[in-house]
């Protein structure tokens, strides 16, 4: 349950999350990443490995952008204030590369297509669903995805896809796919029930320019 650290400088901190961990919870009993990076910032600063936030000032950490807690995968933070508001404007100005691999019950028809749905979120129910342009509170949705190979077990066809969001919406991935008839696997939430095991979803390549000078930076899971 504990990220792993795959690189860290100065201005950011970039992370392998584990499917599981909430990226930020208000329940005191959950572990969340956050919590986890900034007593590693604390300790490091104090020069005591697993030195606890409690036992002193909190460091600076900023959460750039999400993943769902079932989900694994690679994600960005800042250490200062002028790092977030650069990685930020670099997300909201699609300036982020941000990709998934993910495995699908069926197989979706075209193989490789942008898909562009409008959600809007239930926060009674933490979903979110597609719905018309006027809605209210709803929010455009885009992304790309190909189908890069299937398999059967047992009758049922599934398909493995990699993903790249153009936006970042709530369960976006998981509801657009769903939409288009192939839910993904393991997510009881949006009709992937035929799966039996974990959500199958991870963030595995992240791409965005250095925060203090702009160089290219790029991250890649096996």
Do not use: W
């Not at 036992?55 to 900023?62: E, N, T």
């Not at 994600?75 to 404007?89: G, H, I």
């Not at 982020?96 to 979120?121: H, M, N, Q, S, T």
């Amino acid at each position: 349950m504990k990220p792993r650290i795959i690189y860290e400088d100065r201005q950011i901190i970039v992370c392998h999350k584990p499917a599981g961990i909430p990226v930020q919870t208000s329940r005191v009993s959950t572990p969340d990443l956050v919590s986890i990076l900034k007593n590693h910032l604390a300790g490091a600063r104090s020069g005591l490995p697993g030195k606890s936030v409690s036992q002193g000032r909190p460091p600076y950490l900023a959460v750039i952008h999400r993943l769902d807690q079932p989900v694994e995968g690679l994600l960005v933070f800042a250490k200062t204030p002028e790092a977030a508001k650069d990685l930020n404007r670099q997300l909201t100005s699609s300036g982020f590369g941000k990709y998934y691999r993910a495995e699908v019950c069926g197989i979706p028809a075209p193989p490789e297509a942008d898909l562009e749905d409008y959600l809007v979120k239930d926060g009674k129910t933490n979903t979110s669903r597609v719905c018309t342009k006027e809605t209210p509170g709803a929010k455009a949705a885009r992304l790309h995805y190909r189908v890069t190979g299937t398999r059967n077990e047992n009758g049922t066809v599934y398909s493995l896809v990699e993903i790249r969001l153009d936006t970042g919406r709530h369960h976006q991935i998981r509801v657009q796919m769903s939409h288009l008839g192939c839910p993904l696997a393991g997510d009881r939430k949006y009709g992937g029930t035929a799966a039996p095991g974990p959500l199958k979803l991870c963030a595995y390549r992240l791409e965005f320019l250095h925060p203090s000078d702009h160089r290219p930076m790029h991250f890649e899971l096996p």
